[in-house]
């Protein structure tokens, strides 16, 4: 399929959970054509990104003028990780200031390939590329890295404020265009959100942005349209466009069920803290569905007392367990780790026993998550890590912390049943006793297994012919395709 003329133009929004998935994306869009693929951002992502593909990778590169000292950031902050969270904010109205240098590169890729691009696959945060397509007559179609319930319940958040009128941080409201037993209060929202009152930085960027988004021609949807059908109307209703569910972007052997022992290996630019070989050793001594795995995602941690309390629940659940962990909130990240911000002799008492492995910084998620020792996930609800989780059938329990993670988190358990939420944020009071019961709830539940079980066969299933019958990720990537030539036609 495909026209070997035909060029596209992709620009991920500035973070490395973004990044990823566009190109994962990328790499997509080339296995089902021959289009000449273009992935834009900045100098140092764009320099970090080339440096990570094997010789054989046919995407182009392009980076955009960027310099963070103009927007008052500190030097080479090009990514949301790089940054505190008081600074991100910056970097998020920065992303705008790429729209003129983005519209020159178009206007020189159109004369380099004789004609204009097919299509700009741009970021849901970067909703201003519709400005640039609309100027120049191109598609633009809005790609959402996160799951259909995710960007529903954004969309129905940042457009609506709809806790803006409530009088306690507790009272529930429906989230606007959801069905009524879809209630969260203002504390489920990050800070962020829920001191937004339309005029404040973090509004003057997302509801324009979001806005821009749904004049796009379409979304695509890093989701298998099955595992989500809740998620994907409401989407549908705000959007009133086209969604091409395409997921999950997720390495073609997790998908695969006959199983291998071939590593995953590392990620671009992180430094395993643990070799997996180290970690699937481990994990080979415990029977199957007994550890949990820890993670709060590529960027976040929690707080010192969070982290106490997480620790001592997790020694009293008796349950082995490999947790990725990192320096409390109030702490640099990158600082040596410090015993005294777990009980004490934890990890002593926890490597003599065997019974915890603490992988400082980064663990290898994916070697984890498919080896069949593994039983649940304590997780931020991240959405890649949800989707890795449960394309291998783990169960969930949620600490959500940030972005759409309290999204994912309700659909987890409320619309999949596929897990339990333990708490939310940096600023709940987590105790001991909740952490031990919440571990049980999980792990010891056949129901919830069985149900993560069902969801991973319709990922794969979705995500793959079979009997050379596509799934329907599959079919949608074609239909994507062929509207896109389609419309070239007219
Ligand atoms: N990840 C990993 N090792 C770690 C932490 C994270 O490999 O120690 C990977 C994980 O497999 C996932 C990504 O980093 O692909 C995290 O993405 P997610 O959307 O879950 O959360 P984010 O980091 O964007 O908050």
């Given at each position: 399929m495909g026209n070997s003329q035909e060029h596209i133009v992709m620009i991920p929004f500035l973070a490395q959970g973004h990044i990823i998935p566009f190109m994962e994306l990328a790499k997509k869009i080339q296995e089902t054509t021959d289009f000449t693929i273009t992935l834009v951002n900045t100098p140092l992502n764009i320099q970090k990104l080339k440096s990570a593909q094997?010789?054989?990778?046919k995407i182009h590169f392009a980076s955009l003028p960027f310099n963070p000292l103009d927007h008052?950031?500190?030097?080479?902050?090009?990514?949301?990780?790089?940054?505190p969270l008081t600074h991100v904010i910056a970097l998020f109205h920065a992303s705008t200031s790429l729209q003129l240098p983005f519209q020159e590169l178009i206007s020189e890729l159109t004369s380099k390939h004789g004609k204009p691009p097919l299509c700009i696959i741009s970021d849901?945060?970067?909703?201003?590329?519709n400005q640039v397509a609309k100027l120049l007559h191109i598609t633009n179609v809005s790609f959402s890295t996160c799951g259909a319930y995710g960007s529903a319940g954004y969309i129905s958040v940042w457009q609506n404020?709809?806790?803006?009128?409530?009088?306690?941080?507790d009272q529930e409201f429906v989230?606007?265009?959801?069905?009524?037993?879809?209630k969260i209060t203002?504390?489920?929202?990050?800070k962020y959100v829920r001191n937004a009152?339309?005029?404040?930085d973090w509004s003057k960027f997302f509801q324009p942005q979001i806005s821009l988004s749904l004049g796009s021609f379409g979304w695509l949807c890093n989701t298998v349209e099955e595992i989500e059908p809740l998620g994907l109307k409401v989407l549908e209703n705000y959007t009133k466009l086209p969604i091409w569910?395409?997921?999950?972007?997720?390495?073609?052997r997790m998908l695969?069920?006959?199983?291998?022992?071939e590593i995953f290996g590392k990620r671009a630019g992180k430094e395993p803290g643990l070799s997996p070989e180290t970690c699937l050793q481990w994990l080979d001594s415990y029977a199957e569905n007994s550890v949990l795995y820890i993670s709060f995602g590529s960027q976040n941690t929690i707080s010192p007392a969070q982290m106490m309390e997480l620790a001592t629940g997790v020694e009293e659940s008796g349950k082995p367990f490999i947790w990725t962990i990192r320096p409390p909130i109030?702490?640099?990240?990158?600082e040596k780790f410090r015993?005294?911000?777990?009980?004490?002799?934890f990890e002593e008492r926890m490597s003599a026993s065997k019974r915890g492995l603490l992988v400082h910084k980064w663990a290898p998620q994916l070697d984890i998550l498919c080896?069949?020792?593994?039983?649940?996930f304590l997780t931020h609800c991240g959405w890649n890590s949800t989707l890795e989780s449960l394309s291998q059938g783990v169960p969930l329990i949620g600490w959500p912390l940030a972005a759409e993670q309290v999204y994912n988190s309700k659909m987890i358990e409320?619309?999949?049943?596929?897990g339990v939420e333990l708490t939310r944020g940096l600023e709940s009071c987590i105790r001991k006793n909740d952490v031990k019961r919440v571990i049980e709830t999980v792990m010891e539940n056949e129901g919830i297994r069985k149900k993560a079980n069902e969801i991973s066969k319709m990922i794969k299933k979705g995500a793959r012919p079979i009997n050379g019958k596509k799934g329907s990720s599959l079919r949608a990537m074609d239909d994507f395709v062929s509207t896109l030539l389609s419309i070239s036609r007219v």
């Open positions: 094997s010789s054989s990778c008052n950031l500190p030097p080479n902050t090009e990514t949301t990780e790089a940054l849901v945060f970067m909703g201003w590329t404020l709809p806790h803006r009128s409530l009088e306690s941080d989230m606007p265009g959801f069905p009524d037993r879809c203002r504390a489920h929202l990050h009152d339309g005029n404040d569910c395409i997921g999950p972007l997720l390495p073609p695969d069920s006959s199983s291998s022992n109030g702490f640099n990240l990158n015993d005294e911000w777990l009980p004490h002799k080896h069949k020792s593994t039983g649940a409320e619309e999949m049943g596929v």
